[in-house]
């Protein structure tokens, strides 16, 4: 089984423009990213993926691999389907490329989850962490996962799931987080797909693989990653350098 790791990343950002290449202890927060990718080991092979010749220039010179996009793409399951395509691979994890601190053991979690699906029976793997308070239960930015008695993805909100009309039942609130594994055919019939109503309407890219029957096994975990965002986020990362 082969398996590589793909970064996504855009140069362009809303709330922090540029900040893949911004400095983070005398090097880029995406060279960062890529290396720590490298050095978990887990990998027979890591891209960084981009719409910008910066970025791949960064990561060429510094001796890493880059994949520059040919198309514009409205999600990061496009783009990393677009680069993967004529590449050899069983298994696709998408690594957040604005969270160089990584994590190796949820990684390593949704990697044996394929190594043991003898099946086939998941498209998709991903993580998720329970939330307790209202205010992170109630931000629609905290997108919000129920799943099955299996541990399948039934559904993604940015709204309360599940709603409690009762309390006291034992409900837990679980937040996803997006960190992707995927098996290759799972991000190339994505790419194939047209975008349909719950995803235009939540903006949540993984309810196309929903609607269309792809297997999303979630995966529990007390990680949370530490994102640069903001000029503010950059400053901590740097901190804890």
């Known amino acids: 089984m082969k398996i590589i790791a793909v970064i996504p990343a855009r140069y362009a950002s809303t709330r922090f423009p540029a900040k893949l290449m911004q400095d ?25 993926v981009t719409d910008s010749e910066l970025i791949y220039n960064e990561i060429i010179s510094h001796n890493g691999k880059a994949i520059m996009s040919i198309k514009e793409h409205e999600s990061g399951s496009d783009r990393i389907a677009e680069a993967v395509e004529s590449i050899d691979v069983d298994i696709v994890v998408n690594v957040q490329g604005d969270e160089p601190f990584i994590n190796s053991e949820p990684l390593k979690e949704l990697i044996e989850f394929f190594k043991k699906d003898a099946d086939k029976k998941i498209d998709l793997a991903s993580l998720m962490r329970e939330i307790k308070e209202d205010e992170e239960i109630n931000n629609p930015n905290n997108v919000k996962v129920v799943v099955d008695q299996n541990q399948f993805a039934l559904y993604f909100s940015r709204s309360v799931i599940p709603y409690a009309r009762e309390k006291n039942v034992g409900v837990r609130y679980m937040q996803h987080i997006g960190i992707y594994a995927f ?46 965002d903001t000029l503010e986020d950059l400053e901590k990362a740097r901190k804890m350098l």
């Open 183 to 228: 098996r290759k055919q799972a991000l190339l019939d994505f790419y194939s797909l047209p975008m349909k109503s719950l995803e235009a309407s939540e903006k949540l890219e993984q309810l196309r693989y929903l609607e269309f029957g792809k297997r999303i096994k979630m995966v529990e975990t007390t990680h949370v990653g530490i994102g640069i």
């Open 24 to 48: 983070l202890g005398g090097k880029t927060v995406i060279l960062t990213t890529y290396e720590a990718a490298v050095e978990t080991n887990l990998f027979d092979d890591v891209f960084v």
